[in-house]
């Protein structure tokens, strides 16, 4: 069996996209993510995206993200770039559109089209509430409160932006361990669904470096509802301003983000990039 595949990434954030639009979501999934995210022994990436048809009214299509792990999430800003990228090379319908308007189990979003191949994305609102999060065992808004993990403790900020994420400041990303960290807060007791935890270091008021380990996908270079949480987490901490543009330093490049804090929305700028073309045997 031979499938057909485009190799994209936004900020390194690569991901093999298969065109599901006719054929369907494939019954095998999960596993084929696990199968061909495999870096060294296939195509490797932190998971296939299928691009579907679209769903609500006005819908150019619809993404479904399944990470590296075969399990299933609902939003990747990187992704949806990336998605909007694609559709604009390989559907006529939407070659000269300057915006886009894609499905996800996190709602419908609006990716406008920017010169030099970059998107901006509106991200929609987003919560610190613990119920939507979701947190167990916790209550309230969570703004700079506290958590052990691992017997260490840790001063967090959660953020749900269509998935959750949990943010912290270090004074320097560069130094940590996150192969021995990250998975203690994926598999925290207090996220029952998991978690993607963000840990940032403050550079000035607009700029900041961050490293992120995704549920699923283990440490990636680029996560764009991670950057959004974080730039987040950082407005309603009062360290950068919000209604400004922020901009990310990843390990894969950088995003830029703007928080609306009064109306709880975000949105994030950033580049998408087809690869490559190619074809699995399976």
């Given amino acids: 069996m031979k ?9 390194a954030n690569d991901y093999i996209y298969v065109d599901c639009r006719s054929t369907g979501v494939p019954a095998d999934i999960a596993a084929l993510s696990v199968q061909l995210s495999a870096r060294r022994f296939s195509v490797g990436a932190d998971g296939i995206i299928c691009i579907c048809a679209g769903e609500t009214s006005g819908a150019d299509g619809k993404m479904r993200i399944f990470n590296a792990d075969g399990s299933e999430a609902k939003m990747c800003g990187n992704g949806v770039r990336c998605v909007a990228q694609w559709l604009r090379e390989h559907e006529p319908a939407c070659a000269d559109k300057p915006e886009l308007r894609i499905d996800t189990l996190s709602g419908c979003k609006v990716i406008r089209y920017l010169p030099h191949g970059r ?4 991200m929609g609102q987003y ?59 994926e598999h925290h007791p207090c996220f029952p669904e998991g978690v993607n935890t963000e840990f940032v270091q403050q550079l000035d008021a607009t700029h900041l470096k961050m490293r992120v380990w995704e549920r699923g996908s283990g440490e990636t270079w680029a996560c764009g509802t991670g950057t959004c949480a974080t730039v987040i987490a950082m407005v309603e901490l009062g360290l950068c301003p919000a209604d400004t543009d922020v901009a990310v330093q990843l390990r894969g490049g950088e995003l830029t983000i703007r928080v609306d804090a009064a109306q709880k929305r975000v949105w994030m700028t950033g580049p998408a990039q087809t690869v490559y073309e190619g074809c699995a045997l399976l």
């Fill in 3 to 11: 499938l057909q595949f485009t190799k994209m990434q936004g900020c």
């Fill in 119 to 122: 998107w901006q994305v509106e």
């Fill in 127 to 185: 919560s610190l509430q613990a119920d939507v999060l979701p947190a167990a065992d916790l209550q309230g808004e969570l703004l700079n409160v506290p958590l052990v993990v691992d017997g260490h403790s840790w001063q967090v900020t959660c953020v749900n932006v269509g998935n959750p994420h949990c943010v912290t400041v270090v004074p320097d990303v560069d130094s940590l361990n996150l192969e021995q960290i990250g998975p203690h807060f």
